[in-house]
């Protein structure tokens, strides 16, 4: 079965440093996403990437957030210089169209200390 | 924008028992409403769906019910197992310009006793 896969795991990083969080959407899928999710908190929209370029981002995507898609695999969120509120879990998702299932990944578990 | 709200946050039920789940949302004119099961350490994942054209949907031990008038919506699990003990969240996709992001609920953690 097809699945969105996301890496690292979990990434430690220092505040004011920058990371990148990769994702690689199911092949056939034309909408992708990230979401959110601070600890034992709801799932949080960031934002929708299609044909190569956002489609809508939600409040949290600041100047600091970033996607970007380098290539016909990979998609990317790209957070330049990290801070502690930062730190939650962060979910890629895919879906063929809008309305329809998103796919969520494993997630990337990102602490900022 | 959509406002999802969900109810309650905890249950715990005795294996064999049923478990109900239940939604509001506030935007009148979303028309895809998902259900996803996420297990420790592990991404959402879709159990379920409706859409607003349809009142009630069932897959074997799971069932989802739609009111548009009261604009709510329910998941239902019967006979439930063990397995099913998870954070259950239910989602809305607001129509209000061609939102196509998924407004997630605060999720419902489900204890199933054996």
């Known amino acids: 079965e097809p699945e969105v896969t996301q890496t690292p795991s979990h990434q430690v990083t220092q505040m004011g440093q920058e990371v990148i969080l990769r994702c690689v959407p199911i092949s056939n899928h034309l909408y992708f996403y990230w979401y959110r999710q601070i600890l034992g908190q709801k799932v949080e929209f960031l934002v929708s990437?299609?044909?190569?370029?956002?489609?809508?981002k939600s409040e949290i995507f600041d100047d600091q957030f970033s996607v970007e898609r380098p290539d016909g695999s990979n998609f990317t969120l790209k957070i330049r210089s990290t801070k502690l509120e930062d730190s939650a879990m962060y979910f890629c998702a895919s879906s063929v169209s809008v309305n329809t299932e998103a796919f969520f990944g494993q997630g990337t578990r990102l602490t900022v200390v | 924008g959509e406002n999802v709200e969900q109810h309650p946050s905890t249950l715990s039920v005795q294996e064999g028992d049923s478990a109900v789940i239940k939604c509001t949302y506030s935007d009148s004119a979303s028309n895809y409403f998902p259900w996803y099961k996420q297990e420790l350490g592990k991404g959402p994942q879709l159990i379920i769906d409706?859409?607003?054209?349809?009142g009630e949907k069932k897959d074997q031990r799971i069932a989802v019910t739609l009111n548009k008038t009261a604009k709510h919506f329910s998941l239902h699990i019967t006979e439930t197992q063990p397995e099913d003990s998870a954070v259950y969240f239910c989602a809305a996709i607001g129509s209000q310009g061609g939102s196509e992001k998924l407004v997630f609920g605060k999720g419902m953690k489900l204890t199933v006793n054996p």
């Open positions: 409706i859409r607003s054209n349809v």
């Open positions: 990437f299609y044909n190569n370029e956002i489609s809508e």
